[in-house]
C-alpha cells in the first residue's frame, strides 16, 4: 500500500484497544527499484526503540518496557511509524498471561505487517545503555563544495593518498524529512569503508546534502549506501544510521555488503 493511505500526518485517536489492524506496511519494491545490482542492498537490518510500550498483567496491574524491534532488510514492507505507534498503544490496555505472550504476540503482529520474521526484545526502563561512538568523526571538515540535494557526484577518492584503507567514519550531521509530514529527521551516520581511500571531506559534503531531502529513514540510508558503493566502489560497505527519536520511537537502518560486518545495534545520547 503506498504511504499517502496511511494516517501519518492525519489527526487520528488514540485506540484503547488490541488493534493489531492499524499497522500500516509499505513496500520497500519501489524505491528499490533503481538500486536493484547493488550488492548488499537488501542485506542488514532495521533496529527500532520503542519507548512507550506498556501493557497489562494477568491481575490488571500496568507494565512498561523499552522495546527493541529487529526488522530484517530483505523483508518485502517496511512498517509506517505512525502505525506502530498506534499499534503499541493499542496494547496498553490489554491484559497479558505473562511477558512471553505479549512478546509473541507482538511478533506474530509486525511479522504478519513486514512479511518476515521480525524480533522483538525487551529491556527494563534502565537498562538500554547509552553507547559512544566509534571510529572517525568528520564533522570539523571543510567540504569543498555543497549540495542542497543529495549528489552522488560529491563523492570522491582521495588521489593524494591513493592506499587501501579498512576505514570507519561517522558524522552527526545527517538531517532529511518526513516525505508526507515535512517534520525533519535527525541522525548520525556511520560508514565503514574498506577499499581505495575515500576522500573524507567529500562524503561529509555528500551526507550534508541530505538536509532538504524527503524519504524515509530506510529509504535515505540505502540511496546513501547504494551512491558510496556505485560512485567509490568499495570491496566492503556498511552504512547504518541513528535516528533520534520521535514520537516515541527511533529508526536505525543498517546495510552491509558483507553480512561479517553487521554490527551490534547502539543506542546514542542524542536517542
Known amino acids: 500500500m503506498s504511504v499517502e493511505h496511511s494516517l501519518l500526518g492525519q489527526e487520528t485517536q488514540y485506540p484503547t484497544q488490541y488493534q493489531p489492524e492499524v499497522l500500516f506496511p509499505i ?6 527499484h533503481q538500486y536493484a545490482d547493488v550488492e548488499g542492498i537488501t542485506q542488514g537490518k532495521d533496529w527500532w526503540h520503542v519507548f512507550e510500550i ?20 530483505s523483508s518485502p514492507n517496511l512498517i509506517e511509524s505512525k502505525s506502530l505507534k498506534l ?33 522483538l526484545q525487551l529491556f527494563h526502563v534502565d537498562d538500554l545503555e547509552i553507547t559512544k561512538p566509534t571510529g572517525i568523526c568528520i564533522d570539523d571538515l571543510i567540504p569543498e563544495r555543497l549540495s542542497e540535494h543529495p549528489d552522488a557526484t560529491l563523492l570522491q577518492l582521495d588521489t593524494a593518498t591513493p592506499d587501501d584503507v579498512e576505514v570507519e ?13 515535512g517534520q525533519p529527521d535527525w541522525g548520525t551516520v556511520f560508514i565503514r569503508f574498506q577499499g581505495k581511500r575515500p576522500c573524507y571531506r567529500s562524503i561529509l559534503a555528500y ?10 529513514h530506510e529509504q535515505c540510508v540505502e540511496q546513501i549506501f547504494a551512491d558510496i558503493w556505485q560512485l567509490l566502489k568499495p570491496e566492503k560497505l556498511m552504512v547504518y544510521a541513528t535516528y533520534t527519536r520521535r514520537g516515541g520511537l527511533d529508526i536505525n537502518p543498517c546495510r552491509v555488503s558483507d553480512l561479517s560486518w553487521m554490527p551490534e545495534p547502539i543506542r546514542l545520547a542524542r536517542q
Open 27 to 32: 513496500s520497500r519494491a519501489e524505491s528499490r
Open 207 to 216: 551526507i550534508i546534502s541530505y538536509r532538504q531531502h524527503n524519504g524515509f
Open 87 to 119: 499499534y503499541f498503544n493499542s496494547l496498553n490496555f490489554t491484559q497479558f498471561a505473562s511477558r512471553q505472550v505479549f512478546i509473541e504476540t507482538v511478533q506474530g503482529d509486525l511479522s504478519k505487517a513486514a512479511g518476515a520474521s521480525v524480533e
Open 169 to 181: 567514519l561517522y558524522s552527526h550531521l545527517l538531517r532529511s524529512n518526513c516525505p508526507v509530514t
Open 54 to 73: 506498556s501493557w497489562l498483567n494477568p491481575q490488571g496491574l500496568p507494565q512498561v518496557a523499552i522495546g527493541r524491534i529487529t526488522l530484517p532488510a
